[in-house]
C-alpha cells in the first residue's frame, strides 16, 4: 500500500483550498500553484484528512505545528521567490513551509531548535521527495558559513529582527519576519538594497509560536494560529 496517495479526492480537496486562499487575498499564481502541488495530507495523521485541507493551523503532535496555509501563501508572496532563490528558513516545523519554497525552485537551507522536530523532518521530506539542507540549531544564529541568502524567512514570532540575519542577507534581498513578543506579531518585510541600506515595512498581524532562544525552554505545547 502506498502511504503517500495523492489521489484526485485530495487534489480537489486541495483546489477548493487553494480557491479559499485566493479569496483571501493571495494572487500570485506561483504561490498558488505550489500550494495546489504540495500534499498537505502528508504532513497530518490520515485521521485528519479534512483538517488537512482546511485553512488552518494544526498541532500534530510532539508540540508539531503546521501553519496555517494562508500564512504561508502570504509569507511565501512577500518574500518575492525567484526560481534559484537561496532561501534561509527560521523554524522548519513540519517541513510544510520547506516543500512549498522547494516547489517553487528555490533552494533551502532551514533550521529547527527541537531536536525532535529537526529529527521527524530530516526523515520525512527526503520520503515525500523535498531535499532541503536541514540543520539542527538556533535560527537566531543563522547560518554564517552559509550566507549570504537571497531571501530569509521567519516562521517564528520574533521579540526584534535579529542583527545576525540582517547581515546574512545578500544586497537586494528580502527578510519576511513576524515581529512581536507578546501573543500577537506584525508581518514585517525587510529590504536590504543594493548600497546596504535598510527599509522596513510593517504589514497585517498574525499570531505565531514564539522564537525561543537557547535559553529558554522548548514550546511544546505552543500551536501557530
Ligand atoms: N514552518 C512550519 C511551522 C513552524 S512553527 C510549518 O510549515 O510547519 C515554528 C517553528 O519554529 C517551531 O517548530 C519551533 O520549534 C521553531 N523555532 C522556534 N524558535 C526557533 C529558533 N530560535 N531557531 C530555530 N527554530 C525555532
Do not use: W
Not at 88 to 109: D, H, N, P, R, W
Not at 135 to 146: H, I
Request: net charge positive; charged share 25%.
Amino acid at each position: 500500500m502506498n502511504l503517500y496517495e495523492d489521489n484526485f479526492r485530495h487534489q480537489g480537496m486541495r483546489k477548493k483550498l487553494v480557491e479559499t486562499i485566493k479569496s483571501k487575498g493571495i494572487t500570485d499564481s506561483a504561490v498558488l500553484e505550489a500550494i495546489m502541488q504540495v500534499p498537505r495530507h502528508f504532513f497530518l495523521d490520515k485521521a485528519f484528512l479534512n483538517q488537512a485541507y482546511s485553512d488552518q493551523a494544526f498541532q500534530i503532535g510532539s508540540g508539531q505545528t503546521i501553519s496555517q496555509p494562508y500564512t504561508v501563501a502570504y509569507q511565501t508572496s512577500l518574500l518575492e521567490i525567484a526560481r534559484g532563490d537561496k532561501i534561509l528558513e527560521i523554524g522548519t516545523g513540519s517541513g510544510y513551509q520547506t516543500c512549498v519554497l522547494i516547489k517553487m525552485g528555490a533552494k533551502v537551507f532551514t533550521i529547527e531548535r527541537q531536536k525532535e522536530l529537526y529529527d521527524k523532518a530530516v526523515k520525512f521530506l527526503p520520503v515525500i521527495g523535498y531535499n532541503p539542507k536541514f540543520f539542527f540549531g538556533d535560527g537566531y544564529k543563522g547560518l554564517s558559513s552559509y550566507a549570504p541568502f537571497d531571501k530569509i524567512l521567519v516562521t517564528c514570532g520574533a521579540p526584534v529582527i535579529p542583527e545576525e540575519l540582517i547581515k546574512q542577507l545578500k544586497p537586494g534581498g528580502i527578510m519576511v519576519i513576524p515581529v512581536g513578543s507578546g501573543d500577537v506579531q506584525v508581518m514585517t518585510v525587510l529590504r536590504k538594497a543594493h548600497d546596504g541600506e535598510i527599509r522596513i515595512q510593517e504589514l497585517s498581524k498574525f499570531r505565531f509560536v514564539p522564537m525561543l532562544s537557547d535559553k529558554e525552554r522548548g514550546a511544546a505545547n505552543d500551536i501557530s494560529v
